[in-house]
């Protein structure tokens, strides 16, 4: 009798355990006399019965389910195991720890923009954090239809809902279309709150939401950077001063560098000096669309050509980068 008995009972425990999965489902015909319950670390054990909670059991280790379990269950509390008959419920193995989960945008997001009709289209990738925060509602809307739900499941509704969110928030964040990086810790906070209250709507809460980086079309690198290489043009002595001190590391060519420099230099000073002459002829004043700067004698539009932003009297847009005199 007890090896026939020992060949009817069970093991319950989460087989063929993976870190990518939230919840397991055990379903076996019955639980029979003599069967064990195995709750690892990092798991939850939900016992249902007829699609009803009957108990949760959290703590890790081997139970005996007819002495430690049963006593337990809100229904089945007084159950007793018959000799052909076991008792008819299933086990939710739960993971309970924290994922971490990486994002990235399927198709450029056309953000609006100043002067670009059809919008700035924008990429952004990095990862969030997720974990079931509500077992009863992860019960009801997903796990009394699946065997199990994986990782890849809760990061495709996060993607389905991510396009809107990024241009919600760069809307209201984002300061710099350029330069959007510098308000990505804003922009991923008011993301992460969002995710979280629709996420709850299924039990799962999302605890941290991180953008890693924005990209934008090649063309539009390339103009950051020229914008960036003219800013540095700006101050030639410090830009001579780089080119000398990198031509200094090449005997061979450090004196050719250095002469181009300083020949750069004489000839952004004799342009300016045309310029000069130009602006003395047409006598722009400061109430029409040029103002003369006092201090440099330098003709500056009072808003870009190109973009329209305010230009503050510098050489430069700051905006957009391009050469305003």
Partial sequence: MGLFGGQLSNVVEWEEYRDDVIFWKWNNSEIKRGSKLIIRQGQDAI??????????FTEEGSFDIESDIIPFLSTLKGFKFGFNSGMR?????????????NWGTKNAINIPAHGLPGGMPIRAFGNFNSKVNDQAVLIEKIAGIKKQFTVDEIKERVIAALNQLLMKWIMKCGKDMFHLQSDAYEIARGI??????????????????????????????????????????????????????????NENKGTNMALDMAGLQMGMMMGQQ????????????????????????????????????????????????????
């Fill in 89 to 101: 419920a299933e086990v939710l193995f739960i993971n309970t720890k924290e994922f971490t989960i």
């Fill in 47 to 56: 016992f249902m019965y007829n699609g009803k909670v009957e108990g949760i």
């Fill in 274 to 325: 045309m310029v000069n002459q130009m602006q003395s002829q047409t006598g722009h004043n400061s109430s029409g669309k040029v103002e003369l700067n006092t201090d440099t004698n330098k003709a500056v539009p009072n808003f870009c050509p190109n973009c329209g932003a305010k230009t503050n009297g510098t050489n430069f847009c700051s905006n957009c980068g391009t050469k305003l005199i």
């Fill in 192 to 249: 992460c709150e969002d995710l979280d209250m629709e996420m709850c709507k299924i039990g799962i809460g999302i605890t941290g939401f991180f953008i890693e980086s924005f990209s934008y079309p090649e063309e539009i690198q390339k103009l950051a950077e020229k914008a960036a290489s003219q800013s540095m043009v700006t101050d030639t002595a410090k830009y001579t001063q780089i080119a000398m001190a990198d031509g200094m590391q």
